[in-house]
């Protein structure tokens, strides 16, 4: 028995050897996140059960995914240093998507970094934005990690990924994940760049066309607009059961008279739009403090890079912009 698995130690390292040393590539592109996002880039993400994936803890890492741009991953799976017990200072913790990780952009760039730079270090700002989630996953990472942070006050952002179209039809909160066991056996060997290799030889000739996953005449997305109303409902409740202060933060869109021809409004913004509207629907009925990033940006032109390219991550002034909104509330509600 020792023999046989020290006989396949070997030929498992010698093969990982050949596969690295020739430098094959073993990127397998799905672009939809609900689908194996985490299997994708198995540097950045590893597989979770309950989050669906999560970013890897502890490196600084230079990814394909983050398109040749550098991040450091502290031990909770967040963007920035490690995090530390509460002090004297209101602990502010952003929750969120790639806007709120600050994709594109430095850590001292990003609108988390701003806030605190802003309020001169008044505030403890923790960033819990991880990209690709939706307002599901924030829910469930708040509620069931990141709180145990006692943070002051919460921030809000998501939209984006919920109203992704939803990969075979399945909306998140009816993915189904294998058990636990298997999870970790995958995220374990996901590091050997043997199995991205054979995963790739092995999928790539039976995979369907990504397209053809989707219905254009009917399309399913991700988290549906009352459930997306439903799970920053619960944040907020969650928040002021527990004495933390929600804010909620619409999700900013380039403006379409900026940056598209006058009178077209294609269905993405018409969609995002209508989130944007439900969270401010949220604020109302449930008197939450809110900080209209979307409207505010509606007036400015410079706030994005290439619009037509990537409508959804703002450039660094962008950033500074939303910072400078976020602490100016901050600092009027002292």
């Known amino acids: 028995m020792v023999y046989s698995l020290t006989a396949l130690i070997i030929v498992v390292a010698a093969v990982e050897a050949v596969v690295r040393l020739g430098d094959f590539d073993t990127y397998f592109q799905n672009r939809f996140f609900t689908l194996n996002r985490a299997l994708d880039y198995p540097d950045v993400f590893q597989k979770d059960r309950y989050l669906f994936w999560r970013l890897r803890p502890s490196q600084t890492i230079t990814s394909r995914f983050f398109e040749g741009k550098t991040y450091r991953i502290n031990s909770l799976g967040l963007r920035g240093d490690d995090v530390g017990p509460p002090d004297e200072r209101p602990r502010l913790l952003a929750l969120g998507n790639s806007c709120t990780f600050g994709w594109g952009v430095s850590h001292d760039e990003s609108y988390i970094r701003q806030i605190e730079t802003n309020l001169a270090g008044e505030f403890d700002v923790i960033n819990g934005g991880v990209p690709g989630y939706s307002s599901l996953q924030g829910k469930r990472f708040f509620q069931n990690e990141l709180i145990d942070l006692q943070p002051d006050i919460v921030t809000i952002l998501f939209a984006w990924n919920d109203h992704w ?150 450039n660094a002034e962008g950033h500074r912009f939303a910072g400078q909104l976020i602490a100016d509330y901050l600092r009027g509600e002292k």
């Open 165 to 314: 179209a939803a990969a075979g039809g399945v909306t998140d909160k009816d993915q189904q994940f294998p058990p636990q066991i298997i999870i970790e056996i995958q995220n374990a060997v996901s590091h050997l760049h043997s199995y991205r290799l054979l995963k790739k030889l092995l999928l790539s000739p039976i995979e369907s066309d990504p397209d053809s996953l989707f219905s254009r005449s009917n399309p399913v997305y991700r988290v549906h607009p009352e459930d997306y109303f439903a799970n920053l409902q619960a944040i907020c409740h969650v928040c002021v059961d527990n004495g933390i202060q929600p804010i909620l933060l619409t999700s900013p869109l380039p403006s379409l008279d900026t940056y598209f021809p006058v009178g077209t409004k294609s269905n993405m913004h018409a969609y995002h739009e209508f989130y944007n509207e439900m969270v401010r629907r949220l604020a109302v009925e449930e008197q939450i403090e809110l900080v209209d990033l979307a409207q505010a940006f509606d007036l400015r032109d410079d706030l994005f890079d290439d619009a037509s390219r990537d409508p959804i991550h703002f």
